[in-house]
Nanobody
Framework: VQLVESGGGLVQIGDSLRLSCAFSVRTFSGYTMAWFRQAPQAPGTEREFVAGIGWKGANIEYTDSVKSRFTISRDNAKKMVYLQMNSLKPEDTAGYYC???????????????????WGQGTQVTVSS
């Protein structure tokens, strides 16, 4: 089981990025997928929940600071989850991590410790 993120980079204020996460698992359905982030100046601290999506795509949650700017989506056939990030701000600068969990039958949870699988992260830097 492996998650691999891609799509990070250095952008300017107001730009957009699309993060992708590939999940190498036999059966993708049944997994809640989420994006977390961790600021570079705060290693070892808890990762902040950004967005999550249940396995059917019906349950979606966002942290307040990204609502109306970020959109999470998934393609179950391709075993992919995406995070479209628009109107990026310097405070969005962080390592972004993809996570997966199969315990909650599609319900989105925001606690990082509930997720069983994690990717290695992709860095997003928003320059002011």
């Amino acid at each position: 089981v492996q998650l691999v993120e891609s799509g990070g980079g250095l952008v300017q204020i107001g730009d957009s990025l699309r993060l992708s996460c590939a999940f190498s698992v036999r059966t993708f359905s049944g997994y809640t997928m989420a994006w977390f982030r961790q600021a570079p100046q705060a290693p070892g601290t808890e990762r902040e929940f950004v967005a999550g999506i249940g396995w059917k795509g019906a349950n979606i949650e966002y942290t307040d600071s990204v609502k109306s700017r970020f959109t999470i989506s998934r393609d179950n056939a391709k075993k992919m989850v995406y995070l479209q990030m628009n109107s990026l701000k310097p405070e969005d600068t962080a390592g972004y991590y993809c996570a997966a969990d199969s315990k909650y039958l599609g319900r989105v949870v925001t606690n990082q410790y509930e997720y069983d699988y994690w990717g290695q992260g992709t860095q997003v830097t928003v320059s002011s």
